[in-house]
């Protein structure tokens, strides 16, 4: 049974389908507010409940020369705008303990990166802050060893977790999905999240970026809301081609619109 999860009045359990999505990174104050508002638009038409998500800081770039992010103090004024001006919740990920509070401040939803979802002390941070944790899966676990995690940030007394499925490392610069793992997790009694976008990535595939297979992300999206997912997670932006970061699995805005229809058509036959 899944413990539902509450967020400004959006409920992850077993009934809702939750959409985290926005830009991979924070590109500039205008493009996260157009970004977030054409979301918001699209998922309010489909009645799908709505969660802004930016990086401002992408610590695991593949090369030293890639676009990072725009910082910690102008990436959290701009969430916070997002979350004024366009009135939805936030997310954004955490890569030292000492960021835990002060992200805290704004994102309604704290999250651990995948390679980093074994750090201890980052995980009792986030669990300290009294925010919500998404905590991502580790390419390199396997999904019953979520629950030793899931138990650090419980020993902080904090509840509200969320686990996201991202794929798993097949080999050498592949990952692989196995939905298996969705059910698997949610018997930790937390809302497990499906990442369509990074679940399509090819880590390192060729000059120095991540590459990825954009055209398998619906059947990825498909598959795992088939399976039970709690939410879809989605890194999409209006101009693919020149996104500063995952260019390769940003799923594009315009057609963003029918994808979800199609989840939300799969989910609504479950439930």
């Not at 970004?35 to 800081?57: G, V, W």
């Not at 002060?102 to 939803?109: G, K, L, N, Q």
């Not at 020149?242 to 963003?256: R, Y």
Request: charged share 20%; glycine share 8%; aromatic share 6%.
């Amino acid at each position: 049974m899944i413990n539902p999860v509450v967020i400004d009045r959006i409920k992850f359990d077993s009934n809702t389908l939750p959409i985290i999505a926005g830009p991979c990174v924070i590109e500039s104050r205008e493009h996260c507010l157009r970004m977030a508002e054409s979301i918001l638009e699209i998922t309010q038409t489909l009645d799908l409940p709505y969660i802004f998500k930016s990086s401002y800081d992408k610590a695991n770039r593949t090369s030293i020369k890639s676009f990072r992010g725009l910082g910690l103090e102008e990436g959290l004024q701009i969430l916070q705008d997002v979350k004024s001006e366009i009135g939805v919740p936030v997310l954004t990920d955490i890569h030292h303990p000492s960021q835990a509070a002060t992200v805290a401040e704004v994102a309604d939803i704290i999250q651990i990166p995948a390679f980093l979802c074994r750090q201890t002390d980052l995980l009792l941070a986030a669990g300290n802050s009294g925010r919500t944790v998404n905590i991502k899966k580790g390419q390199f676990i396997a999904p019953w060893k979520m629950e030793s995690i899931v138990q650090k940030i419980e020993s902080t007394g904090n509840k509200n977790i969320l686990l996201t499925e991202r794929g798993t490392t097949f080999g050498y610069d592949n990952l692989v999905t196995d939905v298996r793992s969705i059910s698997m997790m949610q018997k930790t009694g937390y809302p497990v999240i499906f990442d369509a976008t990074h679940s399509a990535q090819v880590p390192g595939k060729s000059g120095g970026v991540t590459g990825g297979m954009r055209e398998f992300i619906p059947v990825l999206a498909r598959a795992a809301t088939a399976a039970g997912c709690n939410g879809l997670f989605l890194e999409v932006h209006d101009n693919v081609s020149e996104a500063k970061s995952d260019a390769a699995t940003q799923w594009p805005l315009d057609k963003l619109y029918d994808l979800l229809a199609v989840i939300k058509q799969i989910h609504n036959s479950l439930y």
